[in-house]
């Protein structure tokens, strides 16, 4: 194989820790985080979808795609579980729960299309907090 066929066929490789089992369950955790449209939960019906003084959000808009977060399986402690094993899976290492978290380190094994849902699924759990422009792992999430 000549040098210029070495490097083309380099730019084909896919990384293959992005095919294993743990980074792939996360990206479906992703996908599947939120249902289709607004949310529909007693609160927002009743406050006629104004989320004005909510913790936490319940209704996004990603890709002009109104969605909802589904509560029953995003709960801060069950986002962390899925990252952590996506990431030790991926990264070969622990993922710190207190501190800085580096998206950038994250959306390295997200699919590009889901990147736009892993901010606003980190801070809508709890998982994530923002502060001087970092984003702080929480200690504690329910």
Same mark, same amino acid.
């Given at each position: 194989?000549? /040098?210029?066929?070495?490097?083309? @066929?380099?730019?084909?490789?896919? =990384?293959?820790?992005?095919? %294993? #089992?743990?980074?792939?369950?996360?990206?479906?955790?992703?996908?599947?985080?939120?249902?289709?449209?607004?949310?529909?939960?007693?609160?927002?019906?009743?406050?006629?979808?104004?989320?004005?003084?909510?913790?936490?959000?319940?209704t996004f808009s990603f890709n002009?795609? /109104?969605?909802?977060?589904?509560? @029953?399986?995003?709960?801060?402690? =069950?986002?962390?579980?899925? %990252? #952590?094993?996506?990431?030790?899976?991926?990264?070969?290492?622990?993922?710190?729960?207190?501190?800085?978290?580096?998206?950038?380190?994250?959306?390295?094994?997200?699919?590009?299309?889901?990147?736009v849902r892993v901010?606003?699924?980190?801070?809508?759990?709890?998982?994530?907090?923002?502060?001087?422009?970092?984003?702080?792992?929480?200690?504690?999430?329910?």
């Amino acid at each position: 194989m000549s /040098l210029q066929e070495n490097l083309t @066929a380099d730019l084909f490789e896919v =990384d293959k820790r992005l095919s %294993l #089992k743990p980074v792939v369950d996360f990206n479906n955790y992703l996908l599947n985080a939120f249902g289709e449209g607004a949310c529909a939960c007693s609160r927002c019906q009743q406050g006629s979808g104004d989320e004005t003084g909510y913790a936490h959000q319940h209704t996004f808009s990603f890709n002009g795609l /109104l969605v909802n977060r589904r509560f @029953a399986s995003t709960a801060g402690s =069950d986002v962390l579980i899925m %990252l #952590k094993k996506a990431w030790l899976s991926y990264t070969k290492a622990e993922l710190g729960t207190a501190g800085a978290l580096d998206l950038e380190a994250v959306k390295a094994f997200v699919e590009p299309q889901l990147h736009v849902r892993v901010l606003p699924l980190f801070l809508a759990s709890g998982l994530v907090r923002e502060q001087d422009g970092e984003w702080l792992m929480q200690a504690q999430v329910a």
